[in-house]
């Protein structure tokens, strides 16, 4: 038994040869002939840079410098420190125009905090801590600014988990 698959890669993380097999089942108790034939993609999902992340500026240097007669889908990879413009998209759309290629989304990841910045918590520490404090930790690990809305959004949530809780 096997597991088909798709033909063609359904997601630009798919970064290996789709085929399709052929068994040729001969005789009785002959071992069945397996031939896998590699499917060529008329459009493939190509990400922009092809390693890694860039800045959202080199990721608009690599889309305006993709060749203007392959027929790709292409998705960037982006590292950000905050948040993308807000026309990002539209930016980049605009950057595939009267080209084969179609720009599909932006692969947005916070930039790295370096490890050397990294307080690494005891469970006794974790276990000690508030909620609170461990969300604020944890939005400037990922970069995101836990001002004071974000405060009293979290807030509004612990009490509404206390309240279920009472109530269960």
Not at 39 to 68: C, M
Not at 105 to 128: G, H, M, P, W
Request: net charge negative; aromatic share 8%; hydrophobic share 35%.
């Amino acid at each position: 038994m096997r597991y088909s698959g798709t033909p063609l890669p359904v997601s630009f993380d798919e970064n290996f040869t789709h085929s399709v097999s052929i068994v040729e089942i001969g005789q009785h108790g002959e071992t069945p002939a397996v031939k896998e034939i590699e499917i060529q993609n008329p459009h493939p999902l190509v990400t922009l840079p092809t390693d890694g992340l860039a800045t959202w500026e080199e990721a608009k240097e690599l889309l305006s410098k993709f060749p203007d007669d392959i027929p790709a889908y292409i998705r960037l990879n982006v590292e950000i420190e905050d948040f993308l413009p807000v026309e990002a998209n539209a930016e980049a759309a605009s950057l595939a125009e009267g080209k084969q290629c179609r720009f599909c989304c932006i692969n947005a990841k916070r930039k790295a905090v370096r490890q050397d910045d990294v307080q690494v918590l005891t469970v006794q520490e974790f276990q000690e801590e508030k909620p609170i404090e461990i969300a604020r930790r944890y939005a400037e690990y990922e970069g995101i600014s836990f001002d004071e809305e974000m405060q009293t959004m979290f807030n509004e949530v612990m009490d509404m988990v206390a309240e279920e809780s009472r109530n269960d």
